[in-house]
């Protein structure tokens, strides 16, 4: 059974940091693409960053310089370093983990609000 199981969310201030996680168990976890997409109230889901089995990451552009994607494929963990939040970042944060199928976690809220 594979799951995805998504923390590190919660409420933080403008210019604030937060680090999400995503912890696999399931999967042949370095043999997968990793990645982060978020959803805000009343938007459709949108990627935010990805980081291939060979350790290649991309970045949406509302996010490049602020936020850093990583993987430890010794724990079975993808990461989302998040610096300089911003309002507009506030959503539901997704870990997905994609080969032959693609995979989704439960989500995380990150809250940004003074």
């Known amino acids: 059974q594979v799951q995805l199981v998504e923390s590190g969310g919660g409420l933080v201030q403008p210019g604030g940091s937060l680090r999400l996680s995503c912890a696999a168990s399931g999967i042949t976890f370095g043999a997968y693409a990793m990645g982060w997409y978020r959803q805000a109230p009343g938007k459709q889901r949108e990627l935010v960053a990805t980081?291939?089995?060979?350790?290649?990451?991309n970045y949406a552009d509302s996010v490049k310089g602020r936020f850093t994607i990583s993987r430890d494929n010794t724990k079975n963990t993808a990461y989302l370093q998040m610096n300089s939040l911003k309002p507009e970042d506030t959503a539901v944060y997704y870990c997905?983990?994609?080969?032959?199928?693609?995979?989704w976690g439960q989500g995380t809220q990150v809250t940004v609000s003074s």
């Open positions: 997905n983990a994609d080969r032959l199928s693609s995979y």
């Open positions: 980081i291939t089995s060979r350790g290649n990451t």
